[in-house]
Structures are given as C-alpha cells and as structure tokens.
C-alpha cells in the first residue's frame, strides 16, 4: 500500500517465496536480542517460559557455533562467549566469512576514536551496546548460505526413514479446512509445471485438493501470509470477513494488526581504500576474488556479505532529540540500543569508478504500527500491507539523528573523500526528513501480526503455545507473526528458538 507519510510511495517488500523462506535471502547477521527484550516479552504474555533465562537453552539448540578462521580471514581476533553455545547444538551453521575487508579496519580505527567498546563476546549473550564483528548463518566449511532448508528441512529429509515427510513445491496453501471450529485441514492448489512462452513463465495450476490433518494444522507463512490465510479462512476481524463474504470461524480482531519492524534508510560515502565495490567495476578484482572463492578452504570477498562490523547505539545527551522522544526511548529498557548501523563496505551494486563505504540504518525503538490485510478472498492475490514506517515523531526524530551520526562515523575513519548519499546539500531536519520520505527501506524484521497475549487482550491471536484463540481449536502458528516484541537487532536467531520452543510444546505439551 502507498505509505502516506513517506510521499505517497508504494515500498517493495520482497519476500523468500521458496523452501527456507525468508532465511534463503536475508542478510544473514545472526545475533540474539537484549535480555530485557524477552524478559519484556515474559511479562507482557504472563509467562516467564519466554524470559532471557529460559529461552538460552532454545537458542542454542538451534545452531552449531564455528568460531573464526582469523589466520585465513585477518583482521582482529574475534572474541566470542562459549556459554551461549551448545557442543550438541542443532543442524544450522552459525559461524564468520573467511574475509576480513581492508575497509574494516578504518572502521573498527573510527569506532575507537569515537570512544565505542567492542561488544562481540557479548551479542550472543543477551548484551548489545557497542560495536561487533557479527557472524552468520554460514556453513564455515563451503562459506555458503545455511538456511532453514539446507540445515533443518534436509537434515529431516536425511532422516525420513519412515516417510512421514512430505514436502510440497510450487503449492500454494488456499484455505484451512475446519468442522466446526477445529481444524481439519488445508485446500492447497499445486503447480503441474511450468511452460517458457515469449521469454516468461506462465504457471499452470492442477486442481485443488485437500491435506487433512490427524492432529493440528500449524501455520508457519510469515508474518504477510499467515493472516491472509487466516482471513481468507473465516478467522479475523469481523469487518474484513464480512466485507469479503468469508463465513466466519472466529472473530479476531488482532489478526493482521499491531505489525513491528526497524525502518531501514542508509547512506553512502566514497572513500580512499579498498572497497567490495570493486566487485562490479573492476574486473580484475572480482575475478581474483573468484579464484579465492573457490580455493579449499574458500576465502575473500566472495564468503562476505559486505560487512564485518555492526553498531548498537544510544545517543547521548548532547545528541539534539525532543523531549517527547527523549521520553519515548526512556520507556524502553536501558540495555536496549536506539539504533543500529550496518557498515557496509561494498556501496551500492553498480559499475560507478571508484570505492565505496555504505550505512545501513534500522531505528530500534521504534513505536509505528503496520497492519496486513486482505485484497481479496483468494490467497494468490497478494495481501495489502502497510507498515507505516517513521509515523511517529519519535521515530522521525531518531532516524534523522542517525543520519547525522552515519556522518560522524564516516568522518572517524580517516578514508573519507566525499559523500554521496543523501549529499553534504542535505543538513537542516526538514532536509533530511524530505531524504528520508524517499529513502526508507523495509530491514525486513516486521513480526507481531498474529500477536501472542493475555487472552484479556483485544488483539491477542495466540497463545504462549501458539495455539488460535477464539474458541478454535487444532490450529497452531509458528512464525515471526505471533511475536508480541520485536527485540532489537536481527530478529532471524529469535524466530528459530521460539520454532524450538513450540515444536517441543507440540512433542510434550498440550494439543490446541
């Protein structure tokens, strides 16, 4: 949808339309959020299961921590906390590129003079603030992508011995099924094949037919898709329902409400040193660093997705901010960040001479709310989102801080040659702001559109087990939507340990 307060621009909001979802393209950043924000998350829904305590042992269940390779990769040592790891852990990779870009180290010179202190033994440990060398979800051996689908879907798939794995590709879940108010099942519509004509793909879909369920249906389409199906089932506010002739199951109004997410803007400036820019202007350089990618052991710019450093801030008193949002960012806890910075080394993915240090910024205490909702009963018609990004004063006043603050720390690292974007024009809060209503880009951390709650709570869509309210029953959802806290940083690391949580409410705990 068109975002009013952004001049009117429809924002693109890509999505992972394929097997490991939203991890098969995201940024890749693996970090766990502050220990206040889940601490917030265990009080807000009445259940200490939640808290930072006992949602550790989840998180590191997930995932089998490398450390890093510094004689292959350089730069610094790259400390790291081995108690928030797990020697038993899960089949996802968490481990650093094998690079360690030459533009790092003015950043990492900058953030010392600037008076930061590193944080990397830190971020996986439930403490943010400072700077970190961050690692990913990368397999350490083939420094590849480790997603959702190359680590948990085809370790089950190894595993399926007895065949009760059935995956479905090119399927497109249409409606759930239900006696009553219990789930019964899911009508989905499969493609039988795809057919090149004129240079494009036209999809040819069979028949629908039906997947019935023994025990529960569960949701796991995101935090767009799962109250499109929702709604399109008959769950959901009663005006959408009756506006679309859905016959309803339950009214829930909170369906495709309350939706959280970092706004993402950025800056780019053109610096004296070697940047990963290189890797579209000069062909000799992405062409040695194609050889180095496929040396055994991999290394070089290829294993790096543009960034060895990230930043978590809290802008001090001397930064210029309104008193109301000086109150604002007092309501949240005080070991949760104002802001993030990704430093990235590679600028923008062109041709243009020269090199490049590009910051990614995501405000982290941001208050703007979004909602998802329906265009149309049928589940192919996208759904209509609106996230509302920089709607709140606060979050204006935070993000044009922090285009400020990009510019000191561009400054800092001594390689600074002139900036490019938004441009040394660009100075007063109105000017910026007008930059900002056409920069603003999705960090793509949005969650809370089926939000977990007190079932006191009007909005509340689950459970602490993820099950529906609203008197319906088999039906679970597990995904970023029924998250009631959008902690600050990445929100991926978060989203598998509460998968690990509910998936052994499934094996131990109540049915829905």
């Known amino acids: 949808m068109a975002s009013q307060q952004l001049n009117g621009q429809a924002i693109l909001y890509s999505q992972g339309k394929t097997?490991?979802?939203?991890?098969?393209?995201?940024?890749?950043?693996?970090?766990?959020?502050?220990?206040?924000?889940?601490?917030?998350?265990?009080?807000?829904?009445?259940d200490d299961s939640y808290s930072w305590n006992n949602l550790l042992p989840y998180f590191k269940k997930s995932?089998?921590?490398?450390?890093?390779?510094?004689?292959?990769?350089?730069?610094?040592?790259?400390?790291?906390?081995?108690?928030?790891?797990?020697?038993?852990?899960?089949?996802?990779?968490?481990?650093?590129?094998?690079?360690?870009?030459?533009?790092?180290?003015?950043?990492?010179?900058?953030?010392?003079?600037?008076?930061?202190?590193?944080?990397?033994?830190?971020?996986?440990?439930?403490?943010?603030?400072?700077?970190?060398?961050?690692?990913?979800?990368?397999?350490?051996?083939?420094?590849?992508?480790d997603s959702s689908q190359t680590s948990f879907l085809d370790d089950a798939i190894k595993t399926n011995t007895a065949g009760k794995l059935q995956v479905y590709t090119d399927t497109l879940a249409k409606r759930i099924l239900f006696n009553g108010k219990k789930a019964a099942g899911v009508i989905v519509v499969s493609s039988n094949g795809t057919t090149p004509s004129s240079g494009k793909t036209i999809r040819r879909d069979?028949?629908?037919?039906?997947?019935?369920?023994?025990?529960e249906v569960i949701l796991a389409a995101g935090v767009f898709r799962t109250p499109q199906l929702l709604m399109a089932s008959g769950v959901g506010p009663?005006?959408?329902?009756?506006?679309?002739?859905?016959?309803?199951?339950?009214?829930?109004?909170?369906?495709?409400?309350?939706?959280?997410?970092?706004?993402?803007?950025?800056?780019?400036?053109?610096?004296?040193?070697?940047?990963?820019?290189?890797?579209?202007?000069?062909?000799?350089?992405?062409?040695?660093?194609?050889?180095?990618f496929q040396?055994?052991?991999?290394?070089?710019?290829?294993?790096?997705?543009?960034?060895?450093?990230?930043?978590?801030?809290?802008?001090?008193?001397?930064?210029?901010?309104?008193?109301?949002?000086?109150?604002?960012?007092?309501?949240?806890?005080?070991?949760?960040?104002?802001?993030?910075?990704?430093?990235?080394?590679?600028?923008?993915?062109?041709?243009?001479?020269?090199?490049?240090?590009?910051?990614?910024?995501?405000?982290l205490k941001a208050t703007s709310l979004g909602s998802v909702t329906i265009n149309s009963s049928d589940t192919a018609v996208n759904p209509l989102v609106d996230i509302r990004y920089l709607d709140t004063a606060s979050d204006r006043d935070l993000a044009i801080q922090a285009i400020r603050r990009?510019?000191?720390?561009?400054?800092?690292?001594?390689?600074?040659?002139?900036?490019?974007?938004?441009g040394e024009q660009v100075q007063t809060d109105e000017q910026i702001w007008n930059f900002l209503k056409g920069a603003t880009f999705p960090s793509h951390h949005a969650v809370g559109s089926c939000r977990m709650g007190s079932r006191r709570d009007s909005v509340t869509v689950v459970d602490t087990q993820g099950c529906v309210l609203g008197g319906v029953e088999r039906l679970r959802i597990i995904d970023s939507s029924i998250m009631p806290v959008l902690p600050p940083g990445q929100p991926m690391s978060t989203v598998y340990a509460i998968a690990e949580k509910l998936s052994d409410a499934i094996l131990y705990g109540r049915a829905c």
Not at 27 to 36: D, F, K, L, N, P
Not at 258 to 274: A, L
């Open 295 to 363: 040396r055994t052991p991999p290394s070089g710019p290829l294993t790096m997705f543009a960034s060895n450093y990230i930043l978590w801030e809290k802008y001090g008193p001397s930064t210029r901010l309104q008193p109301a949002t000086r109150v604002v960012m007092d309501s949240f806890p005080p070991d949760w960040p104002d802001v993030q910075y990704v430093f990235n080394t590679a600028g923008q993915p062109d041709a243009t001479p020269g090199d490049f240090l590009a910051l990614n910024i995501a405000v």
């Open 206 to 215: 069979t028949a629908e037919y039906v997947l019935t369920a023994r025990r």
């Open 406 to 422: 990009a510019r000191d720390f561009a400054g800092a690292t001594g390689v600074l040659l002139g900036e490019v974007s938004p």
């Open 19 to 46: 097997l490991g979802g939203g991890t098969a393209r995201n940024g890749m950043a693996y970090q766990r959020g502050t220990a206040s924000s889940y601490n917030q998350w265990a009080k807000l829904v009445g």
């Open 63 to 145: 995932m089998t921590f490398t450390p890093a390779n510094v004689d292959l990769r350089g730069g610094p040592a790259v400390p790291y906390d081995k108690a928030a790891f797990s020697p038993s852990g899960g089949p996802l990779h968490v481990s650093y590129w094998n690079y360690f870009a030459p533009l790092s180290s003015a950043i990492l010179q900058g953030l010392k003079t600037l008076g930061f202190k590193e944080s990397t033994s830190k971020i996986q440990s439930g403490s943010l603030l400072g700077y970190a060398q961050f690692p990913a979800t990368l397999n350490p051996h083939t420094q590849t992508r």
């Open 238 to 292: 009663r005006e959408v329902l009756n506006r679309f002739n859905i016959p309803t199951v339950a009214r829930l109004e909170g369906v495709g409400k309350n939706i959280m997410d970092h706004p993402g803007f950025g800056t780019i400036f053109k610096v004296d040193g070697i940047s990963q820019h290189r890797l579209w202007s000069n062909a000799t350089y992405a062409a040695e660093a194609l050889a180095e």
